[in-house]
């Protein structure tokens, strides 16, 4: 079945250092890819997404690619804030059947001022 | 507009017991999803509701159960209640199936004992 697998936390990172978030995927089809973002106490908010090979995704200063030739969506940012705290998902979505996201487990990052 | 409201937000039950989760989806959506989300770990899909029929479920055994009300509000209800079915519980709501935004809601914190 579709599976979703993110490098796996928790980071800790000093404010304006690089981000980079791995996400790789193993999809029948066209998956569209997902970012979602889940800050303390609170539901899942959708960060970006890519519905097909190539397509760019970018939100808040982060970005990811999807690479169909890796099965990849990595995220990054290239200047982190104290504001990006967080717990990041990668997820996919595909094609027919339900409308359901299949989910990796996440990555809780906290960022140091 | 109003997004994604769930309550009770904590809960404490007993093995063995009965619960239900409830969910009033944003504005004009008609589709609601929703997830589990044990601790440390992604979102696992359960089923999905559109106009008020079940369209799709995840590998969750029968004693979950759901309904969708003509408001597209729904409700989760979980028999048999298992201290593995101690998680987050996650609703999502988008305005028609197919469409690949989802909004989630902040969540139902379920603790079984």
């Known amino acids: 079945g579709d599976s979703v697998t993110q490098m796996e936390g928790p980071v800790t990172l000093s404010e304006e250092a690089f981000l980079t978030i791995n996400c790789t995927y193993t999809?029948?089809?066209?998956?569209?890819l997902f970012w979602y973002v889940q800050y303390p106490g609170e539901g899942l908010q959708l960060l970006l997404k890519?519905?097909?090979?190539?397509d760019k995704g970018s939100n808040k200063g982060f970005e990811a690619t999807y690479r169909k030739e890796t099965t990849s969506f990595h995220l990054e940012k290239g200047s982190v804030q104290v504001s990006d705290s967080a717990v990041y998902f990668c997820?996919?979505?595909?094609?027919?059947?339900?409308?359901?996201?299949?989910f990796g487990k996440g990555m809780k990052l906290t960022v140091n001022p | 507009e109003t997004g994604v409201t769930q309550s009770p937000t904590h809960l404490i039950k007993t093995r063995g017991q009965q619960v239900t989760l409830r969910c009033s989806s944003q504005?004009?959506?008609?589709?609601v999803s929703w997830y589990q989300q044990a601790l440390g770990q992604g979102p696992q899909f359960i089923f999905q509701?559109?106009?008020?029929?079940?369209?799709g479920r995840g590998n969750f055994p029968p004693r979950f159960s759901g309904l969708q009300f003509p408001n597209y509000s729904s409700e989760l209800n979980v028999n048999a209640l298992e201290l593995d079915d101690s998680a987050l519980y996650l609703c999502?709501?988008?305005?028609?199936?197919?469409?690949?935004?989802?909004?989630f809601g902040s969540g139902t914190r379920l603790t079984v004992v």
């Open positions: 890519a519905t097909k090979a190539d």
């Open positions: 997820a996919l979505r595909n094609q027919g059947g339900s409308e359901k996201l299949v």
């Open positions: 999502a709501s988008s305005p028609q199936e197919g469409y690949y935004g989802y909004t």
């Open positions: 509701y559109y106009r008020e029929e079940e369209n």
């Open positions: 999809a029948t089809g066209y998956p569209s």
């Open positions: 504005s004009g959506h008609n589709t």
